[in-house]
């Protein structure tokens, strides 16, 4: 099995014209950094200002704590494989949402999670992601239970169609993890892509 990886370069900011330079120029605005997922992102306008736009309103009107929003986006981004966006939600986490890193680390390490309402949020993210937006009714009655709403089931499925944006294209160019990210480094999808192409070598 070999990935495909896009020819596509990241785009230099200093060079970027029109759509692309505005969009990455919101970003350093908001960020004080422009990352290597935004520069990536920047060769397709539509596909980053989707994203952009998305990300905004969640982090406004989910209903959710920061807290709350970094488990979620860290939760898809772990079941989507996406090792770059895990490292980067982890340092978000730690450093800007006050995430507990007890929560973080049993979620990174598929641990039980030791908070009560962070563990059943986790828990109905990742029934969403792995079931499709298919969850049964006990799934969303336990999600109720912990205090959280039907509205915020829809919040849910904002931060799905988010990731997936991010996700998926990390997975395509294999976006280069940041420095700054580096702390959190996770490669449990590297290392799996490895091991499926070692056997399938040894089994040609």
């Known amino acids: 099995m070999s990935l495909y990886k896009m020819s596509l370069n990241p785009v230099d900011p200093a060079k970027a014209e029109g759509r692309a330079r505005e969009l990455l120029q919101e970003v350093k605005a908001k960020f004080g950094m422009i990352a290597n997922l935004p520069r990536v992102m920047a060769n397709s306008p539509a596909l980053m200002n989707t994203y952009n736009r998305g990300y905004e309103e969640f982090t406004k009107e989910s209903g959710f704590s920061p807290a709350e929003q970094e488990t979620v986006f860290l939760v898809i981004s ?44 986790a828990e109905f993210t ?65 290392a799996a892509t490895k091991f499926v192409q070692f056997v399938r070598k040894a089994a040609s």
């Open 78 to 121: 772990k079941e989507n494989g996406c090792d770059y966006c895990v490292a980067a939600h982890s340092i978000m986490a730690d450093m800007k949402s006050n995430v507990p890193p007890a929560v973080t680390n049993a979620i990174r390490d598929e641990k039980p999670i030791p908070e009560p309402k962070f563990a059943a949020l």
């Open 126 to 190: 990742r029934v969403m992601v792995t079931k499709r937006g298919y969850p049964e009714e006990s799934d969303v009655a336990a999600f109720l239970a912990a205090g959280f709403n039907e509205t915020q089931i829809l919040s849910i499925i904002l931060a799905i169609s988010i990731k997936t944006i991010s996700n998926y294209t990390n997975h395509i160019f294999q976006t280069p993890l940041d420095k700054v990210f580096k702390a959190r480094e996770y490669g449990a999808f590297k």
